[in-house]
């Protein structure tokens, strides 16, 4: 198994990841991990568990339940002779694991092969060993804690040292002739760091190797300025010196003979182009697009300089977008209008990328070509590439049926989506003042293919978004295609039947602490804006407070109050901080609605059972989940016991003193499982329940006690004729009564055309 300590925390196993349960168990296995194989004190443990506010009095039992539990899940691994230990060692705990099982000390061990291999004069082992060792980061250390407010000085000292190991790979890659290769990602590392000297001498020399005196020059004017500015010092002896000897040309300053010798030629390949680089001048690229661009897309034939236009294979995610038009729009409006419609939904879905962190290469006609590249401080590319999707999906799409698609907002009008991730050819070219990419290879064509065989209404992904984004979505395999799947994080399908999603998600913490300038506020609609301002603040003091809490969306307008709760939904996916959130659409068949179905549906999809699990299968999930939640073993067997009437596999309860048990254990046991991890339930459509169901959804939230709970439900306003008093005069509940806001630009065009008399079929 691999712990993962680089980035989000992680623990994974051959058959895939391991829950590692709440905040305070994750926070105490990283401390442990920092610290691995050697003793850490139970009191510098509590310390860490709690750096900014004073430790409750119960501050050793909660970390004595936590170690229980992490033993627990290391002692159910399947054990091939290296699994790790957690063991009591006075005066504290010890994680006991292999160095190779341990991302931090995977990288310290390659971290020193390189600093050894440039010590004994081998720049080209070391520049590979170090960009190896850098490679294993996938964000700041332990991002998702932090975001919790684990600030341990261990964290400080380990981003450092990333920094140090980035400038050690700067000067291998410089002595062995790399000055071409790195100087866009030096000039931006100075950007960031502009007080670190060594990484400015490392620009300044690049620059100068590449004919770029008087820039070289500029660099050390702006670190002189920080320096004086910032801290009344003067650039050190070194960089004096180096700026000198390119003031006067220095030799010393050049390429040694036999290194460029070493440097063999290189060609980079990749989708219709080739850019062949060699030697210490500046290279030349050379593209040309064949047949195999994707669909729309112009034929182009292009000659830049490699130094402005850097091409070659990264990671990325792709998104293509196609929106259809049905007769009613081809054959019943001009050619004009259909243009404009058009125009309208492609800005739409422009700005729906932008603010997911994405870019739109290409629109030409009804298919759109987006890019979303890895960005430090923000989630996966991929997970933001399935938002972007999903956000313009649910946009020109109304709810409808779980068990169904959902329909087109307007007659005639739908998109088609698909999302692929993998290693991505990029070009860059000026175009009018600005450079955009092109971008090509596998990865486009894959997800070209997809397109092609995805349903209108749809956003299909391929094997390995899937991968990446399992935790925040549901999907279903594509029959048709076994590399393909279905998203559906709102309705369900087979596995599903009622519409639930369990979702590990993140929560906006802070609106300032958004380095990508994208954040939950800002993917709504402007008429939900201040709504989801609202909401988010009482999710806040929900979980900062530990204070339970029920927000209840009433209106008239049923798509406008479904948007808000899906937008709300999809801003608690935006941040690292981690929430586990469960969301349903109530059916509209009075039968399917009532209150031990989906009481069922929630336990199910917080326990991982589907619908294809076996009697046996289903109750040995339900019983591992309420063992990891509850505080002792019988407590366990008793919730258990009550709780058997949801389980998938038993019989069905109409009523009577069983089910109210079997829901009043259902109620403990969501407080609990907030306990291990901040939970929202989302409800929509709560008006079609029974009444055990809606007495059951409004004193959710009852009995449950400094937890972060939080409650949302949706409703049309005809709740109120049933429940006059709904949430009224309770404690920690807000309700929000939508208006009918006007239509925005894309629908009131789609009224006008549709419909010049203004009673268009638009939803």
């Known amino acids: 198994m691999i712990f993962r300590l680089l980035g989000p925390l992680e623990a994974e196993v051959a058959r895939g990841p391991i829950d590692l349960g709440g905040t305070r168990q994750r926070a105490a296995l990283a401390f442990l991990l920092l610290h691995a194989n050697r003793v850490v004190p139970t009191s510098r443990l509590v310390e860490a568990l709690w750096p900014t506010d004073q430790p409750p009095t119960t501050a050793r039992k909660i970390l004595q339940n936590a170690v229980w539990r992490l033993r627990r899940a290391l002692a159910h691994l399947p054990d ?117 000297e060594r990484a400015a001498q490392q620009l300044m020399l690049a620059l100068y190797r590449c004919g770029r005196q008087a820039d070289a020059l500029g660099v050390y004017r702006r670190v002189r300025t920080a320096l004086v500015d910032g801290l009344g010092l003067e650039p050190g002896r070194e960089m004096q010196l180096l700026r000198q000897s390119i003031l006067t040309h220095d030799p010393a300053l050049d390429l040694l003979a036999e290194v460029t010798a070493q440097r063999e030629t290189a060609t980079v390949t990749g989708g219709s182009g080739t850019m062949v680089i060699g030697g210490e001048d500046p290279p030349t ?46 054959e019943t409006l001009p050619a004009d209008d259909v243009d404009r419609v058009l125009e309208a939904v492609s800005t739409m879905a422009c700005e729906t990328v932008e603010r997911y962190g994405g870019l739109a290469t290409t629109s030409i006609g009804s298919v759109q070509l987006s890019l979303f590249d890895p960005r430090p401080g923000e989630p996966d590319s991929a997970e933001r590439a399935v938002l972007a999707a999903t956000a313009v999906r649910d946009r020109l799409s109304a709810p409808a049926d779980p068990l169904a698609a959902s329909a087109p907002v307007a007659a005639g009008l739908a998109v088609h989506a698909a999302v692929t991730t993998g290693e991505a050819v990029i070009c860059r070219w000026p175009v009018s003042g600005t450079v955009r990419p092109w971008v090509g290879g596998d990865v486009v064509d894959t997800c070209r293919t997809l397109l092609d065989r995805t349903p209108l209404g749809e956003v299909h992904v391929c094997d390995e978004t899937r991968r990446l984004t399992a935790r925040g979505h549901t999907y279903q395999r594509v029959s048709a295609s076994p590399s393909a799947w279905r998203e559906g994080t709102v309705g369900g399908g087979a596995e599903n039947p009622r519409g639930w999603s369990a979702d590990a998600m993140a929560i906006p913490d802070g609106e300032a602490e958004n380095p990508g300038g994208w954040n939950a506020d800002a993917i709504g609609t402007s008429d939900g804006e201040c709504e989801l301002h609202l909401m988010h603040g009482v999710w806040r003091r929900t979980r900062q407070r530990s204070i339970p809490h029920v927000i209840t969306v009433l209106g008239e307008h049923l798509l406008g109050k479904t948007r808000l709760l899906r937008e709300f939904r999809r801003g608690l996916a935006t941040e690292s901080t981690d929430v586990r959130v469960l969301s349903c659409d109530l059916p509209p068949d009075p039968g399917g609605a009532d209150a031990r179905s989906m009481a069922a549906g929630v336990f199910a999809a917080y326990c991982g059972i589907t619908g294809q699990d076996t009697a046996d299968a289903a109750f040995a999930k339900a019983r591992a989940t309420i063992m990891r939640v509850a505080e002792s073993e019988e407590v366990a067997e008793t919730m258990l016991s009550l709780l058997r009437p949801l389980i998938a596999a038993e019989p069905p309860l109409h009523g009577g003193p069983g089910l109210r048990a079997a829901l009043s254990a259902w109620r403990s046991f969501l407080g609990r499982a907030a306990l291990e991890q901040p939970l929202v339930l989302i409800w929509d459509d709560v008006h079609r329940a029974d009444d055990l169901l809606l007495e059951t959804v409004e004193h959710l939230i009852e009995g449950c006690h400094g937890v972060p709970l939080l409650n949302v439900v949706g409703a049309h306003t005809a709740l109120l004729e049933r429940r006059p008093d709904w949430a009224g005069g309770r404690s920690h509940a807000m309700t929000i009564s939508l208006t009918q806001a006007a239509a925005d630009p894309l629908e009131e065009l789609l009224r006008s055309l549709l419909a010049p008399g203004g009673n268009a079929d638009v939803v």
Do not use: K
């Open 80 to 196: 091939s002779g290296g699994t790790p230990e957690l063991v009591t060692r006075a005066p504290g705990y010890m994680v006991r694991v292999r160095g190779e099982q341990v991302d931090l000390l995977v990288f310290q061990q390659q971290v020193d092969r390189g600093r050894a291999a440039l010590a004994v004069g081998d720049p080209f082992t070391a520049g590979r060993v170090l960009s190896e060792a850098l490679s294993l980061w996938r964000g700041p250390v332990l991002a998702d804690l932090v975001e919790d407010g684990m600030a341990w000085p261990e964290l400080t000292a380990i981003q450092e040292r990333r920094l140090d190991v980035m400038e050690d790979r700067f000067e291998a890659e410089l002595a062995s002739g790399g000055h071409h290769a790195i100087l866009r990602e030096l000039e931006a590392f100075v950007q960031d760091e502009p007080l670190r």
């Open 285 to 330: 690229a050379t593209w040309e697009r064949a047949a195999a661009a994707p669909p729309d897309v112009p034929e182009l034939t292009l000659a830049v300089a490699a130094e402005d236009s850097p091409a070659g294979r990264r990671p990325a995610s792709v998104l293509l977008l196609r929106f259809s038009l049905g007769a009613e729009f081809v």
